[in-house]
């Protein structure tokens, strides 16, 4: 699904990182999160909630307050899927603007979501180009 939105921002001429934070050290991520204009938080639902380094890095990230974001979520999920709505809800905290209720998709992405993320991404690449010719 990441790779898709990437796909779909790539398209809007934006340039976008793909940063995963099983191999990535909360700093470094921190750096590039306070000099992007969108950050699009992906995790699978774990427990009814998110997972675990997803939750202790948005935990880090409150505490830097960063200012002025575009925020959007996405992620996959088996039953009852709450993993979007809490890092919505993180992200509504620290007062970014959120463009969409998220990406919820049921278990394995199929062709068909796959295609709802690269929109999603495109819908996001042309929010920052919007934001940054205001
Ligand atoms: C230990 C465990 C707990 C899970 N808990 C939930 C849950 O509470 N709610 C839910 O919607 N999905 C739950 N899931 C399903 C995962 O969200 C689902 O497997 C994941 O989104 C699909 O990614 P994967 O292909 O990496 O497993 C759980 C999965 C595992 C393995």
Not at 64 to 91: C, D, H, Q, R, Y
């Amino acid at each position: 699904m990441a790779k898709a939105i990437t796909t779909g921002i790539d398209t809007t001429g934006v340039s976008v990182k793909l940063i995963n934070l099983a191999v990535s050290h909360r700093s470094d991520v921190m750096t590039d999160v306070l000099n992007a204009k969108a950050v699009i938080l992906g995790c699978a639902t774990l427990n009814n909630g998110m997972l675990p380094r997803m939750a202790g890095f948005l935990m880090y990230m409150r505490g830097l307050k960063p200012t002025n974001k575009i925020g959007a979520a996405f992620g996959s999920f088996g039953w009852s899927g709450e993993a979007v709505k809490l890092m919505n809800t993180a992200m509504e905290d620290m007062k970014f603007d959120i463009l969409e209720p998220g990406l919820r998709v049921k278990y394995v992405p199929n062709h068909f979501d796959l295609q709802e993320c690269v929109e999603m991404g495109k819908r996001i690449g042309q929010a920052v180009i919007a934001q940054t010719a205001e």
